[in-house]
């Protein structure tokens, strides 16, 4: 901060802001305001104040990013992303956040005084980090300025917790807005994805997975994966060129993790892992010297990544899982089902069914009707006996039966008008065969009573008789 914005931020200490907060002291500042300890009022809860600077406060541009900062971080609610939950403005026209106090310092210091970390607390930052890029990524929002000073260090339980900050010039999706024209470079080059040195206007997830890898590569090696004498020297590494891996620098590290750093740094952003948190995964496998598998899956580069027994905790996990940037990824082709394939060929047996069945084989050998008396042979059988037994009762002779009208369907064509064959009946055959003989007869009675005029004078014809009772017997 500049002397004079520094003068400009001492009258504030000890004021009262929205009859709420009561300012303590001055913790922190920077190009955009200070950073301050409060005391709210009602609750007697510490709080955190950042005010805008007093020459920013007219500055449009600066006051929609610091607008759209209260917006985007009051609706995520992650326990890896600073809470703010409320805004407002000074009686000087400066506006302000209240935060969630955080005691700690920043990752940037952090890597100031120890030069690298520790492979088990660079992977669980990672992670932790990758946790809450997941949350922002699932709600369309780009963070686009991640680097070491917006990772807050916490200490909860003599661990780090990390925590997202300033999320002031991100980018949500879709917004009709723009915080900057299109020469504007926004970002941190020394963390910057190619795609965003280029000064493409569209960037998504991909683009904070590259930071977040230039950040684990930081922590694990003790410097950044790009270093160049000036701002244009350094784009144009990250553009072009590719960083030493990282078992180059850090002898320690396990080889696999040049391999999954590598594909985090990928040039071409759809090379890179699908999403932010299948590249924490992989990161701890392989610090684990654990294998790592890659599967189809539902990320933009349809593969996912496998690493058997590593997993997020649960609060690492919150919202990872639903958070795989799907909104950022081209939706793949569709491809055929199978089960058409399979519903065609069971609609093509069963035409084929349909077919056999009203074809050939409704064409059934033709059963002779049993018209009349047979006549008796003359001729004995082979063992001395009539071929017909004499006993048994006769059906009516053919001049008995009604003739059919001419305008009556038959229900079953006549298939032949020869009578039917000689044979040798038992006693239950005979009487099955009454049993028909009177059920045709009480139906052609209720015929002749239906027709207006009888035809009993028309020449007697053999009364057709239906298949279905023939092949009862």
Request: charged share 20%; glycine share 8%; aromatic share 4%.
């Amino acid at each position: 901060m500049r002397p004079e914005q520094r003068a400009a931020a001492t009258p504030l200490v000890g004021t009262t802001l929205a009859n709420a907060y009561r300012i303590v002291r001055l913790m922190g500042e920077g190009a955009m305001g200070g950073i301050y300890e409060a005391r709210q009022l009602r609750l007697d809860k510490r709080v955190a104040i950042k005010v805008l600077a007093r020459e920013l406060a007219a500055n449009g541009e600066a006051l929609l990013r610091f607008h759209r900062e209260a917006e985007i971080t009051s609706s995520l609610g992650h326990p890896h992303i600073i809470t703010v939950f409320d805004f407002g403005s000074t009686d000087g026209g400066q506006p302000f956040l209240v935060m969630e106090y955080l005691e700690g310092e920043d990752l940037a210091n952090r890597l100031g005084r120890a030069n690298k970390l520790p492979v088990p607390a660079a992977i669980r930052i990672t992670k932790q980090v990758a946790a809450a890029l997941a949350e922002t990524h699932a709600k369309g929002i780009v963070h686009r300025d991640l680097k070491p000073a917006n990772v807050f260090l916490s200490r909860i339980q003599g661990e780090d917790f990390a925590k997202v900050l300033d999320f002031g010039i991100s980018k949500v999706r879709a917004a009709s807005t723009s915080l900057t024209n299109a020469s504007t470079l926004m970002g941190t080059p020394m963390y910057m994805a190619p795609e965003q040195a280029k000064g493409a206007s569209e960037l998504d997830h991909w683009t904070d997975q590259w930071a977040l890898a230039c950040i684990a590569y930081e922590m694990l090696t003790g410097r950044p994966p790009f270093i160049g004498d000036d701002t244009a020297a350094l784009l144009y590494m990250v553009v072009h060129e590719d960083p030493p891996p990282p078992s180059q620098i850090n002898p320690d590290l396990p080889a696999e993790i040049d391999h999954v750093i590598k594909r985090a740094l990928h040039k071409d952003q759809t090379e890179r892992f699908p999403h932010v948190t299948a590249f924490a995964r992989a990161l701890e496998a392989a610090a684990a010297g654990k294998m790592i598998s890659i599967e189809p899956g539902s990320g933009a580069t349809g593969v996912r990544v496998v690493a058997t027994g590593v997993g997020l905790t649960p609060v690492e996990a919150a919202a990872t899982m639903a958070g795989d940037a799907s909104m950022f990824a081209p939706r793949p082709p569709k491809r055929g089902s199978p089960r058409l394939a399979l519903l065609g060929a069971v609609a093509l047996l069963a035409g084929g069914g349909v077919w056999l069945a009203r074809g050939p084989l409704r064409r059934l050998t033709p059963v002779a009707p049993v018209t009349g008396q047979p006549a008796a042979s003359s001729e004995p059988s082979a063992g001395g006996k009539p071929l017909v037994d004499p006993t048994l009762p006769t059906l009516p002779a053919p001049s008995e039966a009604p003739a059919a009208a001419p305008d009556e369907p038959s229900d079953v064509e006549d298939d032949t008008d020869s009578p039917a064959p000689t044979m040798t009946m038992s006693k239950k055959e005979a009487s099955r065969r009454r049993m028909v003989r009177r059920a045709i007869s009480a139906k052609q009675a209720s015929a002749r009573a239906a027709r207006a005029a009888p035809a009993q004078n028309a020449p007697a014809q053999p009364a057709p008789m239906k298949r279905k009772l023939i092949n009862e017997l």
